[in-house]
């Protein structure tokens, strides 16, 4: 059934009515449900949905459905006579006693909505993030941190293994280049790496970290995460880095402290039991690294012994620049 607009006159009938132009008023500052509206009035549902069945057959409101609630506004910004009739009238309708009255107990009315969602999210703060975590992927939030990041960057994940820095850096980062020198670990991450969004590609180079796969300055970033363990000397990797690095660019290594875990040489294929973080530093500045800052991150390597007991290896976090002028 076609809706035909209410005649001017009819439209002036029904804005000639006091109780109605309160209501304008009240609803021209955002939505309210007819309750709402009512307590803003200070009056009842009853009394106030015969003067809504009117302003809403002059078409001057504008209804929204929200689960069990209809919201209303004003909608006279869409029809040119009832805004020029409104502007007319609203200066008058707001100088009126009732309206100060009114927009008081709006915001009583708006207070006590907040304070609802308030209660709601204090009683689930403790199960918020089971609940708050029934997203298909979860990538949306965290493409929110790529869109921190510069458009465009090209990262590498240098001794990638599975991938599991890979998997995080995938939605920051336009082109991550994945390298390991173990096949096999690339075809692992290849297969565990998440759907890709528009605009990101993912490349497997297989090669050494001290003759990386990579053109020089190709990179904006690189990171290498518990691989320089692995390493007998760390000088022609770190060079390697500094050389795939554009100028400016900045190089993360997340590192085991030294330990006493002898038996994940053989375990793990570790060939140094830790690196001793200042000496890495150090390594970082004559491979002609800048900025050079050590974090501690809260975090432990826990691997499992044979006896089934854990080991606790605190981990750390060096981070540094290529030179903006090389
Ligand atoms: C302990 S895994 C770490 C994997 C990944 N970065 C992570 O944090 O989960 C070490 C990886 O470094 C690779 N790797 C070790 N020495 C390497 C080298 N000289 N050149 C390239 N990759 C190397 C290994 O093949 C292995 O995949």
């Known amino acids: 059934m076609t809706v035909l607009p209410a005649s001017p006159i009819e439209r002036l009938r029904v804005l000639a009515d006091a109780m109605r132009l309160r209501i304008l008023l009240l609803l021209e500052r955002g939505e309210l449900s007819v309750g709402e509206l009512a307590r803003s009035l200070g009056t009842s549902q009853s009394r106030v949905s015969n003067h809504l069945r009117l302003l809403r057959e002059a078409h001057v409101l504008r209804e929204r459905h929200e689960g069990r609630s209809t919201l209303l506004s004003l909608a006279i910004v869409d029809d040119p006579l009832a805004a020029r009739l409104w502007e007319a009238l609203r200066e008058d309708v707001a100088r009126q006693p009732e309206a100060a009255a009114d927009l008081e107990r709006r915001e009583r009315v708006l207070d006590e909505r907040r304070g609802k969602d308030g209660d709601f999210f204090d009683a689930v703060a403790g199960r918020w993030d089971k609940i708050g975590t029934d ?27 599975t991938g599991w820095v890979s998997r995080s850096l995938c939605g920051l980062v336009s082109r991550l280049v994945c390298v390991d020198r173990s096949a096999r670990m690339l075809e692992v991450a290849a297969s565990k790496m998440p759907p890709l969004g528009a605009g990101v590609a993912v490349e497997y180079r297989r090669g050494e970290l001290d003759q990386l796969p990579i053109e020089t300055g190709e990179l904006d970033a690189a990171v290498c995460a518990m691989v320089l363990h692995h390493l007998e000397d760390l000088h022609p990797s770190l060079s390697e880095m500094r050389r795939a690095l554009r100028a400016g660019g900045a190089l993360c290594i997340v590192e085991l402290a030294p330990h006493k875990e002898a038996w994940m040489k053989d375990a793990q294929g570790d060939l140094r039991l830790g690196i001793e973080p200042r000496d890495l530093v150090e390594a970082l500045r004559r491979a002609g690294f800048e900025d050079i800052a050590l974090e501690s991150p809260n975090d432990l390597y826990r691997p499992r012994r044979d006896d089934g007991t854990r080991a606790e290896l605190p981990l750390y976090l060096v981070r540094c620049r290529k030179p903006a002028r090389d």
């Open 135 to 161: 997203f298909a992927t979860g990538v949306a939030r965290e493409r929110a941190l790529g869109a921190l990041l510069p458009r465009g960057m090209v990262v590498a994940d240098l001794g990638c293994g």
